[in-house]
């Protein structure tokens, strides 16, 4: 098997110590970094004469980045790669330039059913002092739970959901008929938002499908959770949104964006200051698939 001349982790990609030593084997030279570059100028230098590239989602490889290092034949994304469009690399120049780009899929699913599961039960009994519906203690057993998107994750929560006796909705750009036969209803998004008391979403980085429209179609006394890489709804409208204090926001860290300060003043947004997905369990999954991206990589390169 080939190796590279030169691996580059330009940020914290997620790795444990322990398993940063394994990318040895794959060049003759390995440099890695466990904090984040503040532009493009430190991203550019920190990768020099590299022909790997590792990144994390948190650093955008952008066109400027890429013409910029001429070396570069491979990009190993250590985070979830859906689409060009929701990517923090671009993938266009990278094809133009003959990079390949591999990211990774289905690591960190289990971590977000947990919190979901785990959240929504809290704030249904009010275990810790939050309560949804402050004169009622709640279970899941059949109250309308609405998915909107219906990934491998979306999925596992419904399944999660449905066997806590949930009546399960979902909006996503495909049906999905072999859950719909396990009881998973499909709606389109603004009759599942008419329908629903929560929506829990599941979404692409970048995609924000919750706007001033949706919510108040939505309307009052209602919860939204939001576990994705990213805010899925338009941050001035879900701030709006939130003034009505019978309606709930469950977040964690990955999905705020920037705007926690914005939100933590309302009592009923509900906020985890971890990344749910990236359990103790998630980083070795990612961190396998990584290595074997490489290894697959590198077996065929010419």
Known sequence: MKKFEKIVA?????FTEDRYQEL???AEAVESYRDYPTGNEEI????????C?????????????????PNLRYIGMCCSLYDEKSANVDI??????????????????????????SQLIDVLHGFHGKRWRDDQIL?????????????????????????????????????????ERKGLKYL???????????????LPKHLRLLDKKMLQIFGSGKMVINPSIGPTYNIDDMEEWLQDGSNFLLSEKSSMGGHLDRYVK????????????????AKQRLIQKVLDNITSYLKTAK
């Open 53 to 69: 590239l590792l990144v994390s989602w948190n650093t955008k490889i952008d066109k400027t980045v890429i013409e910029s290092c």
């Open 188 to 202: 389109p998004l603004e009759d599942l938002l008419r329908t629903v008391d929560i929506v829990t979403t599941h």
């Open 44 to 51: 550019i230098r920190r990768i020099g004469d590299a022909d």
């Open 24 to 26: 040895d084997q794959f």
């Open 92 to 117: 266009v120049t990278a094809r133009e330039r003959d990079i390949v780009v591999l990211g990774v899929r289905d690591y960190g699913d289990q971590g977000v059913v947990e919190y979901v599961t």
């Open 139 to 179: 279970e899941i057993t059949g109250l309308k739970i609405g998915i909107i998107g219906l990934g491998t994750t979306g999925s596992m929560v419904a399944q999660a959901l449905q066997m806590f006796g949930g009546d399960l909705y979902y909006f996503d750009v495909r049906r999905r008929p072999e859950l």
């Open 10 to 14: 330009v940020d914290n990609i997620g």
């Open 266 to 281: 309302y009592p009923n947004f509900v906020y985890t200051d971890l990344t749910v997905g990236m359990t103790e369990e």
